[in-house]
């Protein structure tokens, strides 16, 4: 889970390191990267390592590590969110054409 700007550094030059052997993955981890940073210039961390859940019996709720299934989720919101930057992008750059 990434939950601050150190954790984003981490796994940005594990990423980039990995994909510098193909130039062009290796752009692409770099743009990536960038749109992320984006992300999260835009929304904030999530709490540091441990958060409140709420139970039945606890309605003010437990604190707990993050899941694998948290952290996987918040990698495709972070997807999901560059993928809709880049599709507004690509409709603002389409020229509009008149018919005659």
């Known amino acids: 889970m990434i939950c601050s700007w150190k ?11 990995y994909h ?3 130039e062009y993955r ?7 990267f960038e ?8 929304h904030e961390f999530p709490e540091a390592t441990t958060r409140n859940k709420p139970t039945k019996t606890n309605p003010l709720g437990t604190v707990r590590n993050w899941t694998q ?4 989720e918040q ?7 560059i993928h809709e930057q880049k599709a507004t992008k690509k409709t603002k750059r389409k020229k509009v054409t008149k018919k005659k």
């Open 35 to 42: 749109y992320a940073r984006r992300y999260f210039d835009c």
């Open 7 to 17: 954790d984003f550094e981490e796994w940005r030059h594990a990423s980039i390191e």
């Open 69 to 72: 299934k948290e952290s996987k």
């Open 20 to 22: 510098r052997r193909n």
């Open 26 to 32: 290796y752009m692409n981890a770099l743009n990536y």
């Open 75 to 81: 990698l495709k919101e972070i997807s999901d969110w």
